[in-house]
């Protein structure tokens, strides 16, 4: 039998690994797109290895048969390394996606419906800090609030920054850029995936009639974000809610789309 100082350690790994497994995500997949900054690079592979680690570590926690987790273990290790020796256009790197996508969707689906109320706080908190840099991108004060975008190459202006708060409409230069801020992710396609998953975390856990500030920080990031997949799954999740939801809840989405409104 392990000795409760081993079984309080494994605990932590667990609840460090569930902790970690969100935001190192967000921080892998920025930071593994930036091919010009070589620091940035070396964070996102270790970040990377990190997340891996964490998704081995919830999973091998949550399944019985651990034999099963092994396959999946030595699957990712052999695919991994075949990667490596032969590169990435290989047959290894169909294998390499199928495991680590195997990891990860049972230490994200674990996160989100077993510690829903962490990775809930985890999005929130999240959305809430992107809203400023999102502001300072729209505003156009300066290319340093964009420098990790990568997704300009079909954009008119590239990183180009155009000056937007007290400009007369007559002055105004369209940034494609600026009109979709990112955020702190590497693009605003990206940011759309992690703010539909926060609305559904969030109108999927509402408990009262009463509006919160995060209610108001999800109408926030939802505006200025200006995705139209955003738009729409914000529009079905109220529709859905106004028809299927209880009078409180309803009484909750009226609240939110004035809201939304201003």
Not at 102 to 120: D, E, K, P, W
Not at 239 to 260: A, D, P, Q, T, Y
């Amino acid at each position: 039998m392990p000795s409760n100082s081993l079984v309080i350690r494994l605990r932590n790994l667990k609840w460090l690994s569930l902790r970690w497994i969100f935001p190192g995500l967000l921080i892998s997949s920025t930071c593994n797109q930036q091919e010009k900054y070589n620091l940035l690079m070396v964070i996102g592979s270790v970040t990377s290895i990190l997340n891996v680690m964490a998704a081995i570590v919830i999973a091998w926690f949550v399944f019985r048969k651990k034999s099963l987790i092994l396959l999946v273990i030595f699957g990712f290790l052999l695919t991994k390394t075949g990667r490596i020796v032969f590169g990435d256009q290989s047959y290894f790197l169909g294998g390499y996606i199928i495991f680590v996508g195997i990891l990860f969707c049972i230490a994200g689906s674990v996160a989100a419906f077993q510690f829903s109320r962490l990775i809930y706080r985890q999005v929130i908190l999240f959305c809430l800090f992107s809203i400023p840099l999102m502001l300072l991108q729209l505003i156009g004060v300066g290319e340093w609030t964009q420098f990790h975008r990568t997704d300009i190459d079909n954009l008119e202006y590239g990183l180009t920054q155009f000056p937007t708060l007290f400009v007369g409409v007559n002055n105004v230069v369209i940034n494609g850029l600026q009109v979709r801020p990112s955020g702190f992710c590497w693009a605003n396609n990206f940011l759309s995936i992690v703010i539909m998953f926060a609305l559904g975390l969030h109108y999927g856990k509402l408990k009262s009639h009463k509006i919160t500030w995060k209610d108001a920080v999800l109408c926030a990031i939802t505006v200025l974000a200006m995705a139209k997949i955003v738009f729409l799954a914000f529009g079905v999740i109220i529709l859905w809610l106004l028809i299927f939801g209880e009078s409180w809840k309803k009484k909750r989405i009226i609240k939110n789309i004035l809201l939304f409104f201003p």
